[in-house]
């Protein structure tokens, strides 16, 4: 009886809980799984990156392209013509009714025309050969198309001449003239229709033997 009643107590004692304290359960983990500190530890910082891993530049804002200011007329321009195509004397012989001042291929020589007014005076310089001031002309004309080429880019003025220089004035007397070093004859020699400021056109006038007020020069 004393084996038998010492195998019912062991029975009856109570079996050990599998659960833990306070009657939560244990949370599974998958192996797989991290952890947050894990994921945290394993993101690149400042620290962990390699100093020679390109980064991506900040996108630059457009630029924009200026647009070129409108050309103002000053009043004053300068005309090259080779004298053998057509020449001052040619010119004169055109009278009052002028000549257009065609076959001009150059969109800056032609934005030059478009800017012109009537009245605006102009040196005609006979390049290529002689290459030198002999006359001033005036726009007879404003800009229209070149009567010369279907072509509609191309435009042109007429012009009439207005009087001879007394002296012709080179082109070498030119360059040599400080004042006029800034003159676009010196600085932009292939262009043939060009602006002259007025300060410009009293000194050419003077060397040349010619009262610029005797040919209408306007005062700005």
């Known amino acids: ?8 107590y062991e029975r009856s004692s109570p079996r050990p809980s599998r659960r833990p ?3 939560r359960r244990r949370q599974r983990i998958a192996p797989h799984a991290k952890t947050s500190d894990e994921i945290m530890a394993k993101k ?3 620290a962990t990156t390699k100093p020679n891993m390109p980064t991506a530049k900040p996108k630059q804002p457009a630029t924009r392209r200026n647009t070129p200011a409108p050309i103002i007329s000053t009043g004053y321009w300068l ?19 002028g000549e257009e001042w065609s076959g001009v291929r150059n969109y800056l020589a032609r934005n030059n025309m478009r800017a012109m007014r009537l ?12 290459l030198e001031i002999v006359g001033i002309c005036e726009v007879s004309a404003l800009a229209h198309p070149d009567t010369t080429t279907d072509d509609p880019r191309w435009e042109c003025v007429d012009v009439r001449a207005v009087c001879d220089m007394p002296r012709g004035v080179k082109l070498a007397d030119v360059k040599a003239n400080p004042k006029l070093a800034s ?3 010196v600085t932009s020699m292939r262009l043939s229709v ?3 400021t007025k300060e410009e056109w009293a000194e050419v006038c003077r060397m040349g033997g010619l009262d610029p007020r005797k040919v209408g020069a306007r005062k700005r």
């Open 79 to 97: 005309f090259k013509s080779e004298p053998d195509a057509f020449s001052w004397d040619e010119l004169k012989a055109r009278g009052k009714a």
């Open 21 to 23: 304290a306070h009657g």
């Open 1 to 8: 009886m004393a084996a038998f009643a010492v195998r019912c």
């Open 119 to 130: 009245g605006d005076l102009g040196f005609f310089y006979h390049s290529n050969i002689g």
């Open 44 to 46: 690149p910082t400042a």
């Open 183 to 185: 003159m676009s004859l």
């Open 194 to 196: 060009q602006p002259v």
